[in-house]
């Protein structure tokens, strides 16, 4: 009976300190001035890396999800008469929800991994600590221009995510269903707005992209220096990634979209 | 040469997010950057407003002049008080044209239809419309019909 105590006690403790461990690592790689001189070529790399090479994924599976939304909506819009609909269903259903979300869970599998697993190589081939031995501060040179990257690229992947979407819906909308142009685009503006919707949305995807990120990073720096360590530490990301994306959707939505 | 090629896709990358951005501001929530001075604002009084809400349009022979603003209960009229901004090039309504709550298609959005009277002054900023029809109720409507009224 007490040996359940005695774990229960253990994991909790185990727990708190990877959760201290994650936040002084994100302070410390995060606080402090700026050099911008010789930072400035590392987040940019890290930009391509991160942001540029997820474009394609993003742009490829935006383009899909808005035609699927697209074809769904009219099937059911169309039995009310109201197929004109379609276009404020699939934008709103884009900007405020799936836009975010499927870009943060497609970030975490695609670029979160990706960081994961170049971090945890980095520590078990001991680059990181020979970074140390010449004085130069791992965290401010391979973690803190990752981290920025990602903090970057997220909000603009899941915005051409929801452009793209749009433009989906109206190719299946529009040029294949035939639903009118003119008021595809009318209902869509008269019900989107740019505050309530497309900045809550934008707001969303900054939380998601600053989760993912941190855990995707910090994940590859606390993994043990082995292969099974590496693997183990890029599944731990994307699951804990997808789970913090959907958690914390639910509760962004509920404190940005809920009436009471 | 292979840095520099880095530095043009990532600064593709920013612009085209940045180029989605003002597609999902201007395309898709309609965000204007025409600023205050190019409408004027017009108040109507209605006894249902039935549905109508703020950003709504406001149109004169299905042609968009302007939109909603923002609604209000009168507190002492009882009414709904709402305010209406109408763009400057449309200058020239009369005093005593009627405001009317339409409904788009059968189930679409409500919006303000403005027909024109025959008086020789024209609504300048802050005037009242006070001819106005209430929207359609439909229970209303098909509760007269029950009844045989």
């Known amino acids: ?260 | 040469m292979y840095n520099r090629s880095i530095e043009l896709m990532v600064g593709l990358f920013i612009a085209i997010g940045i180029a989605a951005l003002a597609v999902l501001a201007f395309q898709v929530s309609g965000l204007s950057l025409k600023s205050g001075s190019d409408t004027y604002k017009v108040y109507a009084q209605f006894d249902d407003l039935g549905g109508l809400t703020a950003r709504g349009k406001v149109s004169m022979a299905g042609v968009t002049i302007g939109k909603v603003s923002n609604i209000e209960l009168d507190k002492e009229s009882y009414t709904a008080l709402v305010e209406m901004e109408l763009y400057s090039s449309v200058d020239n309504l009369t005093t005593d044209s009627i405001a009317a709550i339409q409904t788009a298609g059968l189930l679409g959005e409500k919006y303000i239809s403005i027909n024109v009277g025959a008086d020789e002054e024209y609504l300048a900023e802050g005037d009242t419309i006070f001819d106005t029809q209430s929207a359609l109720n439909i229970e209303k409507l098909i509760g007269s019909f029950a009844s045989g009224k």
Request: glycine residues 12%; proline residues 3%; aromatic residues 10%.
């Open chain 1, 1 to 260: 009976m007490l040996g359940y105590f005695r774990k229960l006690g253990a994991s909790t403790m185990h727990s708190l300190s990877v959760l201290g461990r994650s936040g002084l690592f994100l302070w410390n790689s995060l606080v402090g001035i700026p050099d911008l001189r010789n930072g400035m070529p590392l987040l940019i790399k890290q930009l391509y890396s991160v942001g540029v090479l997820s474009l394609v994924i993003i742009v490829v599976s935006g383009l899909f999800i808005g035609m699927v939304l697209g074809l769904q909506g009219y099937n059911i819009l169309v039995d009310y008469g109201s197929e004109q609909a379609i276009g404020q269903m699939v934008a709103l259903t884009l900007v405020r929800e799936l836009g975010p979300v499927v870009t943060g869970l497609l970030f975490a599998g695609r670029a979160g991994s990706a960081l994961t697993a170049e971090i945890g190589l980095m520590k078990a081939t001991e680059q990181l600590s020979s970074m140390e031995m010449m004085g130069v501060d791992p965290l401010r040179r391979i973690i803190a221009p990752r981290l920025w990257a990602g903090f970057i690229s997220m909000p603009i992947l899941a915005i051409i995510f929801s452009a793209v979407g749009i433009w989906g819906g109206m190719l299946v909308g529009v040029d294949w269903l035939g639903v009118y142009e003119g008021s595809f685009w009318a209902n869509m503006q008269s019900s989107v707005s740019f505050e309530k919707d497309i900045l809550n949305g934008i707001i969303k995807s900054l939380v998601f992209g600053f989760v993912c990120t941190w855990i995707a990073v910090f994940q590859g720096y606390d993994s043990t220096p082995t292969s099974e360590g590496i693997s183990i530490a890029t599944t731990k990301t994307v699951v804990y990634s997808s789970l913090a994306v959907l958690g914390l959707d639910f509760v962004l939505t509920a404190v940005m979209f809920a009436a009471f």
